[in-house]
């Protein structure tokens, strides 16, 4: 299959959306970050970037959990498991927070 870059403002992060042109290609947005299955070469998940937002870096944390990506317009994006960090607020209510709940934060 070959891949061809192109411009969307789509917000769909479904792989399943992007058709195939006339040339046996799939069209897909520019700048994007597309995660393979290693066995089938299957997209199976998108994260896109905003126009301008080329990708000048890529770099995953000591446990994989967070992809950290610099940009050439000089951001610096985290992208995250939201279900993975509310286990962590849990295990730190679970840890020292429970006596106090948020109330010292809040003022």
Known sequence: MNL????????????????????NRLEIPSPSIYFLDLHTLKVFHTLKLGEGQDITALALDKD????????????????????????????????????????PLIK
């Open 4 to 23: 061809k870059s192109a411009k969307s403002a789509s917000g769909d992060d479904n792989a399943e959306s992007y058709k195939m042109n006339e040339g």
């Open 64 to 103: 994989n959990t967070n992809l950290l990506v610099s940009t050439a317009d000089r951001q610096l994006t985290i992208f995250t498991d939201p279900a993975l960090s509310l286990k962590v607020v849990d295990h730190m209510l679970k840890r020292g927070w429970e006596v106090d709940g948020l109330s």
